[in-house]
Nanobody
Framework: QVQLVESGGGLVQAGGSLRLSCAAS????????MGWFRQAPGKEREFVAAIDWSGGNTYYADSVKGRFTISRDNAKNTVYLQMNSLKPEDTAVYYC?????????????????????WGQGTQVTVSS
Protein backbone atom coordinates (compact mmCIF):
# COMPACT_ATOMS: atom_id res chain seq x y z
CA GLN A 1 0.00 0.00 0.00
CA VAL A 2 1.23 3.46 -0.90
CA GLN A 3 0.03 6.60 0.82
CA LEU A 4 0.27 9.91 -1.00
CA VAL A 5 -0.16 13.27 0.71
CA GLU A 6 -0.33 16.47 -1.31
CA SER A 7 0.45 19.92 0.05
CA GLY A 8 1.22 23.42 -1.17
CA GLY A 9 -2.13 24.44 -2.58
CA GLY A 10 -3.72 27.79 -1.86
CA LEU A 11 -5.07 31.03 -3.27
CA VAL A 12 -2.93 32.97 -5.72
CA GLN A 13 -3.49 35.81 -8.17
CA ALA A 14 -3.31 35.24 -11.90
CA GLY A 15 0.30 35.31 -13.06
CA GLY A 16 1.55 34.01 -9.74
CA SER A 17 3.27 30.76 -8.81
CA LEU A 18 2.77 27.82 -6.49
CA ARG A 19 4.74 24.66 -5.84
CA LEU A 20 2.83 21.53 -4.95
CA SER A 21 4.44 18.63 -3.15
CA CYS A 22 3.38 15.01 -2.90
CA ALA A 23 4.99 12.93 -0.17
CA ALA A 24 4.84 9.17 -0.64
CA SER A 25 5.20 6.34 1.84
CA UNK A 26 7.03 3.16 1.01
CA UNK A 27 10.59 2.09 0.36
CA UNK A 28 10.08 1.53 -3.36
CA UNK A 29 9.11 5.08 -4.29
CA UNK A 30 12.20 5.42 -6.47
CA UNK A 31 10.85 2.79 -8.84
CA UNK A 32 7.41 4.39 -9.29
CA UNK A 33 6.22 6.61 -12.05
CA MET A 34 4.27 9.58 -10.70
CA GLY A 35 1.60 11.81 -12.12
CA TRP A 36 -0.34 14.95 -11.35
CA PHE A 37 -4.00 15.34 -12.29
CA ARG A 38 -6.58 18.03 -11.55
CA GLN A 39 -10.31 18.28 -11.28
CA ALA A 40 -12.30 21.48 -11.55
CA PRO A 41 -15.90 21.70 -10.29
CA GLY A 42 -18.28 19.95 -12.65
CA LYS A 43 -15.49 18.59 -14.80
CA GLU A 44 -13.72 15.28 -15.15
CA ARG A 45 -10.32 14.69 -13.64
CA GLU A 46 -7.70 15.56 -16.23
CA PHE A 47 -4.04 14.83 -16.72
CA VAL A 48 -1.47 17.52 -15.92
CA ALA A 49 2.00 15.97 -15.89
CA ALA A 50 3.88 12.69 -15.44
CA ILE A 51 7.43 11.69 -14.59
CA ASP A 52 9.26 8.38 -14.77
CA TRP A 53 11.19 6.74 -11.94
CA SER A 54 14.44 8.53 -12.68
CA GLY A 55 13.04 11.97 -13.40
CA GLY A 56 14.67 11.84 -16.81
CA ASN A 57 11.44 11.58 -18.76
CA THR A 58 8.45 13.85 -18.33
CA TYR A 59 5.21 14.50 -20.18
CA TYR A 60 2.79 17.42 -19.95
CA ALA A 61 -0.70 18.30 -20.98
CA ASP A 62 -0.69 20.93 -23.70
CA SER A 63 -2.59 23.31 -21.44
CA VAL A 64 0.30 23.52 -18.95
CA LYS A 65 3.34 22.96 -21.16
CA GLY A 66 5.89 25.71 -20.68
CA ARG A 67 4.28 26.89 -17.42
CA PHE A 68 4.39 23.83 -15.15
CA THR A 69 7.36 21.63 -14.26
CA ILE A 70 7.19 18.20 -12.65
CA SER A 71 10.21 16.93 -10.73
CA ARG A 72 11.06 14.43 -8.04
CA ASP A 73 13.47 13.82 -5.19
CA ASN A 74 13.75 10.08 -4.61
CA ALA A 75 15.80 10.62 -1.45
CA LYS A 76 12.82 12.46 0.03
CA ASN A 77 10.09 10.26 -1.50
CA THR A 78 8.56 13.41 -2.92
CA VAL A 79 7.32 14.61 -6.29
CA TYR A 80 6.77 18.29 -7.04
CA LEU A 81 4.73 20.39 -9.41
CA GLN A 82 6.06 23.89 -9.93
CA MET A 83 3.29 26.02 -11.39
CA ASN A 84 4.14 29.40 -12.91
CA SER A 85 2.11 31.97 -14.82
CA LEU A 86 -1.05 30.64 -13.25
CA LYS A 87 -4.39 31.35 -14.89
CA PRO A 88 -7.92 31.30 -13.45
CA GLU A 89 -8.60 28.18 -15.54
CA ASP A 90 -5.93 26.35 -13.53
CA THR A 91 -8.27 26.46 -10.53
CA ALA A 92 -8.93 22.89 -9.44
CA VAL A 93 -8.19 20.23 -6.86
CA TYR A 94 -4.79 18.78 -7.74
CA TYR A 95 -4.09 15.10 -7.15
CA CYS A 96 -0.90 13.11 -7.30
CA UNK A 97 -0.89 9.45 -8.26
CA UNK A 98 1.61 6.61 -8.33
CA UNK A 99 2.24 3.72 -10.66
CA UNK A 100 4.42 0.75 -9.76
CA UNK A 101 6.48 -0.88 -12.48
CA UNK A 102 6.18 -2.12 -15.09
CA UNK A 103 4.80 0.76 -17.08
CA UNK A 104 5.16 2.18 -20.54
CA UNK A 105 6.17 5.56 -21.84
CA UNK A 106 5.42 8.78 -20.01
CA UNK A 107 2.83 9.41 -22.72
CA UNK A 108 0.92 6.33 -21.57
CA UNK A 109 0.99 7.74 -18.05
CA UNK A 110 -1.40 10.49 -19.12
CA UNK A 111 -4.29 8.06 -18.59
CA UNK A 112 -5.94 7.79 -15.19
CA UNK A 113 -6.32 4.03 -15.50
CA UNK A 114 -2.54 3.60 -15.39
CA UNK A 115 -2.27 4.60 -11.74
CA UNK A 116 -2.50 2.42 -8.66
CA UNK A 117 -2.82 4.93 -5.81
CA TRP A 118 -4.11 8.47 -5.41
CA GLY A 119 -3.74 11.20 -2.85
CA GLN A 120 -6.60 13.17 -1.32
CA GLY A 121 -5.88 16.30 -3.31
CA THR A 122 -4.97 19.92 -2.60
CA GLN A 123 -7.02 22.92 -3.69
CA VAL A 124 -5.50 25.51 -5.99
CA THR A 125 -7.49 28.68 -6.60
CA VAL A 126 -6.31 31.33 -9.05
CA SER A 127 -8.07 34.68 -8.86
CA SER A 128 -8.34 37.02 -11.82
Amino acid sequence: QVQLVESGGGLVQAGGSLRLSCAASGRTFSSYAMGWFRQAPGKEREFVAAIDWSGGNTYYADSVKGRFTISRDNAKNTVYLQMNSLKPEDTAVYYCASRAPPYGSTWSLSHRREYDYWGQGTQVTVSS
